[in-house]
């Protein structure tokens, strides 16, 4: 069946750069997560996307942005990194028709992406 | 706002022995995760749980919800060295609230021979 992809899986970037991380929901979900996860703690909630609207934000840094495509997939744009954004970011996809199966709602995650900021 | 916490945050298992990671979370919830992430890697889903009394076994994992406790329990039997890992439970808060996850600190997992 097919999963989440991210790309690119590892990303090595300087302070003051920019990044671009890329995710691909399963096919026909049209919700988008993405959590960072910081060395040794757990993965912290980012911001949402439903049908292409942003549908929440959490802790997410003045520095970041994101959007949801026409084809759902979705990109978060950071900017200006700093050594503390180092992390593995997660993607994760769901379907919000609940009608349609009991599973709606449910998150898949994506292989994730390891930044690096050196 | 959610809070969730799982205990213990680290558990030394004997091989061969039984051991109960506990997670407790602070408000009604829509569904429950149990993860294992090995380091460096990506979230393997466990076990979704979405009802009260709800129990799902695999292998030698079994977890189960009690939602008017708000406690979930991820239960090993007989451990084993290749289930050392870190184990997340993670809590959807409902559709209302975006369905974004609020994840437990983890539980960290040695299995020693």
């Known amino acids: 069946a097919a999963g989440v992809i991210q790309s690119p899986r590892h990303l090595i970037k300087e302070k003051r750069e920019t990044a671009t991380l890329k995710c691909y929901p399963i096919?026909?979900?049209?919700?988008v997560y993405w959590y960072q996860q910081g060395p040794g703690q757990d993965p912290q909630f980012l911001i949402s996307?439903?049908?292409?609207?942003?549908?929440d934000k959490g802790s997410i840094p003045d520095r970041f942005s994101a959007q949801q495509f026409s084809d759902y997939h979705s990109e978060l744009n950071m900017s200006s990194l700093e050594l503390g954004d180092s992390a593995l970011y997660f993607c994760?996809?769901?379907?919000?028709?609940?009608?349609?199966?009991?599973?709606?709602?449910?998150?898949?995650f994506g292989p994730g992406t390891r930044l690096t900021v050196t | 706002e959610l809070k969730v916490e799982q205990n213990p945050l680290f558990l030394s298992m004997q091989e061969g022995k039984n051991y109960t990671i506990y997670c407790n979370y602070s408000?009604?919830?829509?569904?429950l995760y149990w993860y294992r992430q090995d380091p460096g890697k990506s979230l393997e889903s466990l076990f979704v749980?979405?009802?009260?009394?709800a129990v799902k076994q695999e292998g030698r994992l079994m977890a189960s919800l009690d939602t008017k406790a708000r406690l979930s329990t991820l239960h090993i039997t007989a451990a084993v060295h290749d289930l050392s890992a870190t184990y997340f439970c993670?809590?959807?808060?409902?559709?209302?609230?975006?369905?974004?996850?609020?994840f437990g600190g983890g539980t960290r997992v040695l299995v020693k021979p």
């Open positions: 994760a996809s769901s379907s919000a028709d609940r009608g349609r199966s009991y599973r709606a709602g449910e998150q898949y």
């Open positions: 096919p026909r979900h049209d919700t």
């Open positions: 996307f439903y049908e292409k609207m942003q549908s």
């Open positions: 408000t009604t919830s829509d569904r």
């Open positions: 749980l979405l009802s009260n009394g």
């Open positions: 993670a809590v959807d808060e409902g559709r209302a609230a975006g369905n974004k996850l609020t």
